[in-house]
């Protein structure tokens, strides 16, 4: 993977979940340029509905089944 990748993430996830993957990705993709976007899921939506962001982490369930999710993890 190389080029830009814009991605957006609500604000009670990056601070647990960033510090653990931006090492590996890091190191793993060295031509990969993060944009990291930080915001409520509604206002993440709406960007991605807008293609202005690529790809969202966002807390399960959410009210937009236009788009696939993908789980990353499950808290226990």
């Given at each position: 993977?190389?080029?830009?990748?814009?991605v957006?993430?609500?604000?009670?996830?990056?601070?647990?979940?960033?510090?653990?993957?931006?090492?590996?990705?890091?190191?793993?993709?060295?031509?990969?340029?993060?944009?990291?976007?930080?915001?409520?899921?509604?206002?993440?939506?709406?960007?991605?509905r807008?293609?202005?962001?690529?790809?969202?982490?966002?807390?399960?369930?959410i009210?937009?089944?236009?788009f696939?999710?993908?789980?990353?993890?499950?808290a226990?």
């Amino acid at each position: 993977m190389m080029g830009d990748l814009r991605v957006g993430i609500i604000p009670t996830i990056a601070p647990y979940l960033l510090p653990i993957i931006m090492p590996a990705l890091n190191k793993q993709f060295s031509d990969l340029k993060l944009w990291l976007y930080e915001y409520q899921t509604e206002i993440l939506l709406e960007k991605l509905r807008r293609a202005e962001l690529d790809v969202l982490i966002l807390a399960l369930p959410i009210k937009a089944h236009e788009f696939k999710e993908i789980d990353l993890y499950r808290a226990v």
